[in-house]
Every structure is written in structure tokens, then in C-alpha cells.
């Protein structure tokens, strides 16, 4: 916890950092995480456009009931949200943390 | 005793331009007879509460204890306290009561309030693990010149949690008085005392445990409402919606209109209304809501108690999962009001409106399905979901002032460990008294701006340093400081000439920015103010801030030399 950690670090991270496995595999988790944030984006600003320009739409009943397709559209908003989230930790638990790790252990043996 | 209840709604209120919504909620908060059950329910919360501090206190030995809980939460743990410190009474009363009144509508704010989540873990969450200990500070400066960076972090933590904390204050006065019977002042003083002690004595163990108990209860007495709600008509939200498009037509025709009108008035609480007025009003609203939620700071805090990145990562899965459930319950909860709150008068005044005032909408329901015991364990939940939000945000404020101003820029790092402990608990003092103040000094003014603004502006200063100086190795000491700086700026100055404030709190006539939010503005505003600054800057520091990034950015990808759990 202190700066001479720090310092003894610095050979390990520049090893880490030249490994082009370790490039790989932070360029690939970044991808995954620009992406997922890009859909979870669109999909909100393009709900609260179809809000804006085009209430009616949202407004209209599935089939003959009463409830409207924004309903399902709206709360599949809220599961995507979850969704993506879980895909994420599932991904990073499942594939990167495995990966980083064996990097990293190449390094400090 | 008249009041208004915008305050209580303070949160909710703030976001909606709608004068048709403001004024379905400005009912008059009269005080309510003392409501005994809500009151001793409140008392097992408060005695279990304290008797959890006393705990911590033992355990609260240094600065990692008083900051982090010595980082030892779980995932799971952190997950419900993050929930704890997100789900606001306002949510959820507000919400519901929007739903109550409006159908369709309360539905957008709820997704507004869970998408910033998601755009948190995939963009910072395992990162802020990696390179903080205590603030958002500790990361937003970690290869800059510190006295710059923790400077503008610790002004910008500070106006951000003292916006929100006027808000919740003056709300809580409003809405305790309401449910218990309680005078304002009492109220108020009574929230302030309570939260100086978890925050003073347990810290962020005592801080984390309050917000537990609180997300558990909130989400136990939120499930059980809407699950009375679905088992009356069959589990089916279709016969739901159905009976309660029914009951607005009524309603509807028997004020007067005529059956094919009624039948319009029924139908509309199934899709958007008058919430969002404008494209530029809708986008930056939404902008706001989802990236001011990766710029709270008492968010961000709260992944430092997390051992590592593995754990902060799970943190936000659970609090996604359990803030979305939360906004599905209360969708039900608003629904399930409109049809056994709506059609009893026993409910009512003589004019047709809500007894105490329209965002009584949750509360009435939870007497409807659950009788007096119901209603008073409801009223007790909302006291200690207030408690828990005012108790993160002064913790978040006095770790900007200890660890950013007082240890870092003040002592240049060495203060000790004793020291900055003494300096964060005085300020934890100082921010309690004056929280208690501001809420005496606006208890009759219009604060319902005042979350907004603290959403503008963690969106437009916070976000942008973060990011920038997560992900861009040419961001710059000076760009950080002074290109946030503008971001807050920006959104400062727009939100006050917006019709939120300019026109309804301050009524100097036609607002000079006419959208209700700055973000779409403020947002850019930031990131281009960071960029361009660092771009210009030639100082001997921008070369050294440029040559700190790839190591920087090892350690924030695999989490070497992170800061690790101190156990004692």
C-alpha cells in the first residue's frame, strides 16, 4: 500500500504493458465495453426520440387488448439494461479475469 | 402548517417541465395526526441502526475504516448498498405518483435513472478500482499535478452532494412531517442528528450497513405492494391496465366529458403525454440522467470498498438488477394505485384530490392492501431510505474534504492517518449542522431544481475528467482542472437561466435558455473544453502528464499495486 510497492511494480508493468497478449486481450474488453455502452445508448436516445416525435406509436394497443406496445417496450428497456450488464460480468468473469491472470503470471514468475 | 410538496418531490419534480404533472403534485402537505405504528416501526429502524454503529465505531480505526469500510465489502453488499444510496423516497413516491396521475410517463424517468449503470460498469467501474483508494478524486488525478485536479474534484464533489443534500433535506422535513405528524424543524433536526452519528461514529461501515437494511426494506414493502396489487386481478397486467384505463374513463366522464373523450383520457395513461416537451428538452434530459449517475460522487465512492475489480464489477450488476426490479415494482405499484387508491373516497378530500397531497399515491396504496400495520411500516421505510441517502452523500462530501483538500493539497500527502480521520469527522459535523440549516433556511422555497443541477453537473464536469483521463493519453493536468472546470460551469450557468429556475423559483418571466435540461449542452461543453486545453498546453507538466498514461493505464486494466483490503 505504500509508494515502494509502487516502485517495485514498475518493471512488472512495463513487461505487462509490451506483452501483446495483454495488448489483445485490453484491446478486445475495451471493444466489448464501447459496444455494449453504444447499445444501451442508442437504444434509450432512440426511446426517448420515438417519445418526442411520435407518441402515437407508443400509445397503440397490442392485438386487441389495452396495453401498448410502449409498455413492453419500455420495461425491455429496464431488462436490456440488466441484461447487458449480466452479459458483461459473465464475459469478464468467464474469459478476461482467466486471461489477465495467466498474463500476469508469466510476468512475475 | 401549509406547505408545499414539491420539496419532497424534489428529485422527481425536478426533471419534469410539465406544469400539468408540477401541479398534480403540489398538493397541500398538511401535518398528518401522529401515526404511532410508522413511529415505533421507526424506532426499532433507528435502535437497530444505531445499535450496527456502535459496532462499526469499534472497528473505525483509520482512514481506510472511515472512507472504505478497510474495502472489505462484497460484491452482493455493495451492490444493495449502492441500490440503498440510489433508490430515493422521491423515486419512489414521485414515481408512482407520476404513474397515478399520468399512467405511461413515470415509466420514462424510471429507465432515465437505470441506463447510466450499465454505461458505468462498461466504461469505468473495474478501472476506478483499479487506480482509487478513497474518492473519485484519487483517480480523476492519479498521473496530473495534484493540487489542480483534487481541487477542481473536491469543488465539484461538494456542489454536486450539497445540491442533492438540500434537496433531500427540505424533502424530508416535508414528507416526515407529513407521514408522522412531526413539525418541519423537528423533522429536519431529527435527520441531520441521525445521520452526524452513523457518519461520525461508524463511517462507511456503519454508512453501508444503513443502506442495506434500507434496500431490504424498501424492496421487501415495495414487492409485497405490488404483489397485492397483481394478485387482484389474476397476475395479469393486461387486466391491470385494462381496469385501470376503466377507472380513468370513468373518472373522466363523471368530471364532465363526454364518452368518447373519456375513452381518450382512458387510453392516454397507456402511452407518453405532456412529459417530454421538446426533442433538445428529451435527449438532454436523458444525457443528464445517464451520465450524471457515473458522476455521483457518492456513487463513485462506494467501488472503493469493494476488495478489487472482480467484486466492483459484480456491485454493479446487483444494484442494476435490484434499482431495475425496484422501477418494475413501483410501475405496478402506480397502477395498482390508480384503480384501489383512485376509486375510494375514503381517500380523498371533498375536491376529488388526494388526502395529503398527490405524491400520498404509494402510501394511501399501502394502507389499501395492507391495513394501518402496512401503512406505518411504509412510512417508517421512506424516514430510513431519506436517512440513508443523506448519510452516504455527507460521507462522499466529507471524504472530498479530508482526503482531496485537506490531506493531498493542504499537506501534500503526509498527513497521517490520525489526522485525516480528525479532519474528515469535523466536516462531517460542519456539513451536518449546515445540512440542517440549509433545510431550515429553504424550507419554504422551490428546491425542486436542485437534483437536476446535481445531475448537470456531475454529467458535464465529473464524466468528462473521468473518462478523458481514464482513456485519453493526451489529456493534460491543466485541461483536466480547467476544461471540468468549464463543464461545471456551463451547466451551473444554463440550469439557472432554464425556465426551472429563472421562471418558477426565481419568476423573473421567459427563461433565456428554454430547454429544461443543460446536459446536451453542458456535456459537449466539458469534453471539448478538456480536450482543446490539453491539446494547447506546452507546459514541462503536460509532457510529464502525456509520459504518465501507459503506465497508468496497465494498472487500471490488470490492477497492479491496486490499493488492497485492509483487514485488521
Not at chain 2, 74 to 100: E, T, V
Not at chain 2, 302 to 320: C, N, Q
Not at chain 2, 417 to 446: M, P, W, Y
Request: aromatic share 10%; charged share 10%.
Amino acid at each position: 500500500m505504500t509508494q515502494e510497492a509502487g516502485r517495485t511494480d514498475e518493471a512488472l508493468i512495463a513487461a505487462v504493458g509490451g506483452d501483446p497478449r495483454y495488448i489483445e486481450l485490453v484491446t478486445r474488453r475495451a471493444r466489448l465495453g464501447w459496444w455494449l455502452s453504444a447499445i444501451i445508448f442508442t437504444a434509450f436516445v432512440g426511446y426517448l426520440a420515438l417519445i418526442a416525435f411520435d407518441k402515437a406509436l407508443l400509445g397503440m394497443p397490442i392485438g386487441n387488448g389495452v396495453t401498448s406496445i410502449g409498455i413492453p417496450i419500455g420495461l425491455g428497456l429496464i431488462l436490456l439494461a440488466i441484461a447487458l450488464t449480466g452479459l458483461y460480468v459473465a464475459y469478464a468473469n468467464r474469459y478476461h479475469d482467466a486471461q489477465m491472470a495467466a498474463i500476469l503470471k508469466d510476468h512475475c514468475a | 402548517m401549509r406547505a408545499r410538496l414539491a420539496g419532497a418531490l424534489a428529485p422527481v419534480l425536478a426533471l419534469i417541465p410539465v406544469p400539468a404533472f408540477a401541479a398534480a403534485l403540489e398538493g397541500e402537505a398538511q401535518r398528518q395526526p401522529i401515526n404511532w405504528v410508522a413511529i415505533a416501526m421507526f424506532v426499532a429502524f433507528v435502535g437497530l441502526t444505531l445499535w450496527i454503529t456502535k459496532a462499526a465505531a469499534a472497528r473505525t480505526r483509520t482512514a481506510s475504516d472511515f472512507y472504505t469500510a478497510g474495502g472489505g465489502i462484497s460484491g452482493f453488499q455493495n451492490g444493495l448498498a449502492m441500490a440503498g444510496d440510489y433508490m430515493s423516497a422521491a423515486s419512489f413516491l414521485g414515481i408512482s405518483a407520476q404513474i397515478f396521475t399520468d399512467g405511461y410517463d413515470g415509466l420514462i424517468y424510471s429507465t432515465g435513472f437505470l441506463v447510466g449503470w450499465p454505461i458505468l460498469l462498461f466504461l469505468m467501474a473495474e478501472r476506478l478500482r483499479n487506480l482509487g483508494r478513497f474518492t473519485f478524486a484519487d483517480v480523476a488525478s492519479y498521473r496530473f499535478a495534484q493540487p489542480p485536479v483534487r481541487s477542481f474534484a473536491a469543488v465539484s464533489t461538494l456542489l454536486v452532494v450539497s445540491f442533492y443534500l438540500i434537496a433531500q433535506m427540505v424533502g424530508a422535513g416535508q414528507l416526515i412531517k407529513l407521514l408522522f405528524g412531526l413539525p418541519y424543524a423537528v423533522a429536519v433536526v431529527i435527520v441531520g442528528a441521525l445521520m452526524m452519528l452513523y457518519v461520525l461514529f461508524g463511517g462507511m461501515r456503519a454508512t453501508t450497513w444503513v443502506q442495506i437494511i434500507k434496500a431490504v426494506l424498501l424492496l421487501g414493502g415495495a414487492s409485497f405492494m405490488a404483489l397485492m396489487v397483481l394478485a387482484q386481478f389474476g397476475f395479469s397486467l393486461e387486466a391491470l391496465f385494462a381496469r385501470a384505463v376503466e377507472v380513468k374513463s370513468a373518472a373522466a366522464q363523471a368530471a364532465g366529458a363526454t364518452p368518447t373523450e373519456a375513452a381518450e383520457k382512458g387510453r392516454a395513461i397507456m402511452a407518453p403525454g405532456g412529459f417530454i416537451k421538446d426533442p433538445v428538452s428529451a435527449i438532454s434530459f436523458g444525457l443528464a440522467l445517464m451520465l450524471g449517475t457515473a458522476g455521483l460522487p457518492h456513487i463513485l465512492m462506494r467501488f472503493f470498498t469493494v476488495p478489487d475489480a472482480k467484486e466492483a464489477r459484480k456491485s454493479v450488476l446487483w444494484a442494476t438488477g435490484w434499482i431495475g426490479y425496484f422501477y418494475i415494482l413501483t410501475f405496478i405499484i402506480g397502477f395498482g394505485a390508480i384503480i384501489l387508491v383512485g376509486t375510494d373516497a375514503g381517500y380523498k378530500m371533498a375536491d376529488g384530490t388526494l388526502r395529503g397531497g398527490g405524491n400520498m399515491a404509494a402510501i394511501h396504496l399501502a394502507h389499501a392492501v395492507g391495513g394501518n400495520a402496512f401503512l406505518g411500516f411504509i412510512s417508517a421505510v421512506a424516514f430510513a431510505t431519506i436517512l440513508a441517502v443523506v448519510a452516504g452523500l455527507t460521507l462522499s462530501a466529507a471524504s472530498a474534504v479530508s482526503h482531496d483538500l485537506y490531506a493531498t493539497v493542504l499537506k501534500h500527502g503526509r498527513a497521517n492517518s490520525a489526522d485525516e480521520l480528525r479532519v474528515s469527522r469535523i466536516t462531517t459535523l460542519a456539513l451536518g449542522a449546515l445540512a440542517v440549516l440549509l433545510g431550515l433556511v429553504f424550507e419554504k422555497q422551490n428546491v425542486a431544481f436542485m437534483v437536476s443541477l446535481a445531475f448537470a453537473l456531475a454529467a458535464s464536469g465529473n464524466f468528462p475528467v473521468l473518462i478523458l483521463s481514464l482513456l485519453w493519453s493526451g489529456c493534460t493536468t491543466r485541461g483536466a482542472a480547467w476544461g471540468g472546470t468549464i463543464g461545471l460551469l456551463t451547466a451551473f450557468i444554463l440550469t439557472l437561466l432554464s425556465p426551472a429556475v429563472w421562471t418558477t423559483t426565481f419568476g423573473l418571466g421567459p427563461a433565456p435558455f428554454p430547454y429544461s435540461s443543460a446536459a446536451i449542452f453542458s456535456v459537449p461543453a466539458g469534453f471539448i473544453a478538456i480536450w482543446l486545453i490539453s491539446r494547447l498546453d506546452r507546459s514541462p507538466r503536460a509532457a510529464i502528464d502525456k509520459a504518465g498514461y501507459p503506465a497508468q493505464r496497465v494498472r487500471a486494466e490488470t490492477g497492479i499495486g491496486a490499493f488492497a483490503a485492509s483487514d485488521h
